[in-house]
């Protein structure tokens, strides 16, 4: 049985989301993973979910800092003014290549932002998630 419901990738690596979704499907973490290569994107389906289906918008969200077009740091800007009251039935966790210490302790200080993870996604990241940030 699977931890959550869905599970949002946000990053423009097509190959990261791949290893991601099939890591996140092995470890039986979520019954369904979906990703966006493309912020904006992911961006439009959230705000669609919370505008006429609460039930689709993902449990937890992994997203990427460094990307064309909106970055991750705009995306969260915008993810805040989604309704609060369906944001806070989903963890936001970013999972970035990138290793400034600014970034980390920037993404770390921002409500929104449960923790910051470095990639490559691995199990013991997803067992950690588990054990400290979801209520079973």
């Not at 003014?81 to 990138?98: D, G, N, R, V, W």
């Not at 770390?108 to 199990?123: G, N, Q, R």
Request: charged share 30%.
């Amino acid at each position: 049985m699977s931890v959550l419901k869905k599970v949002m990738l946000i990053d423009d690596d097509q190959v990261n989301n791949f290893v991601c979704e099939s890591i996140i499907k092995s470890e039986h973490f979520a019954e369904e993973v979906v990703s966006y290569e493309m912020a904006e994107d992911a961006l439009e389906y959230l705000k669609g979910a919370a505008a006429n289906n609460p039930g689709a918008f993902p449990d937890l969200i992994f997203l990427d800092i460094n990307m064309p077009g909106m970055d991750g740091w705009s995306f969260i800007d915008e993810y805040r003014k989604l309704p609060e009251e369906i944001t806070k039935q989903c963890s936001l966790f970013m999972l970035s290549s990138a290793v400034d210490r600014k970034d980390i302790i920037c993404a770390k200080s921002m409500a929104e932002v449960k923790d910051f993870f470095s990639k490559p996604l691995s199990p013991e990241i997803l067992s950690f998630i588990k054990d400290e940030f979801i209520a079973i």
